[in-house]
């Protein structure tokens, strides 16, 4: 069955602190692994894609990561800040051109001053 | 302003009730998408259309419909047969489905029954 689990369900860090969220996906075939921002009662934001043959990927403080043979993915942010605090979203592709992604439930993030 | 744009942000339905959710988009793209979240899950696919006059069921289709008459516009309606529709509404949309495309989220509507 196809499925993308993360860790940890929420996460509180004190605002400066570098994190890093896990992504680990069962999907098969595999196109690209996104992940996406949602701050709360807003619709995701993109941050970060991936196709199977990158391994790193950045956007500004957020930088992903893809091993494909393992079939994780972490996003680690550096020098948080409190806009940092929102849900941070794994989705999957799974193979070729699909308009069906498998969504992950998310990482919950809270940044404290 | 080029975007997603949903309405209503929240919405009451009553018993036995259809209520329809709107969702416009001028990015010019193609696919659309309805999205269902529920507080501790991911997000679930419940219709998604490639082109106007043509939209397939996801995974939670059942007690929802939807139409495509113009490139721009999505609505959803939930219908009396959806027993348990309080839950955030997302539409989506993207150019296609290629390898590097990505969906693009409007601001969602919070259904509610009264």
């Known amino acids: 069955k196809n499925q993308v689990e993360q860790s940890p369900q929420s996460l509180i860090i004190l605002e400066g602190k570098n994190c890093t969220l896990q992504c680990n996906y069962t999907v098969s075939p595999f196109s690209n692994l996104r992940w996406y921002k949602q701050d709360t009662g807003r619709g995701p934001v993109s941050l970060t894609i991936?196709?199977?043959?990158?391994n790193t990927k950045s956007n500004g403080r957020y930088t992903a990561t893809l091993d494909a043979d393992t079939k994780q993915s972490s996003l680690h942010i550096t020098a948080s800040q409190l806009s940092d605090s929102a849900s941070y979203i794994c989705v999957v592709s799974p193979g070729g051109s699909s308009y069906k992604l498998i969504f992950g439930s998310g990482t919950r993030l809270l940044v404290r001053p | 302003d080029g975007g997603i744009t949903q309405s209503p942000k929240y919405l009451f339905r009553k018993e036995g009730q259809n209520v329809t959710l709107s969702c416009e988009q001028n990015?010019?793209?193609?696919?659309m998408y309805w999205y269902r979240q529920d507080p501790g899950q991911g997000l679930r696919l419940i219709y998604y259309?490639?082109?106007?006059?043509?939209?397939q069921k996801g995974d939670i289709a059942e007690g929802y419909s939807v139409s495509r008459e113009k490139k721009e516009s999505f609505p959803l309606t939930v219908t009396s047969a959806q027993k348990n529709p309080t839950a955030f509404y997302l539409c989506?949309?993207?150019?296609?489905?290629?390898?590097?495309?990505?969906?693009?989220f409007g601001p969602g509507t919070r259904l509610l029954v009264l």
């Open positions: 990015l010019n793209h193609d696919a």
């Open positions: 259309s490639q082109i106007v006059n043509d939209f």
């Open positions: 991936m196709t199977f043959s990158e």
């Open positions: 989506a949309s993207s150019i296609g489905a290629g390898l590097r495309e990505t969906q693009y």
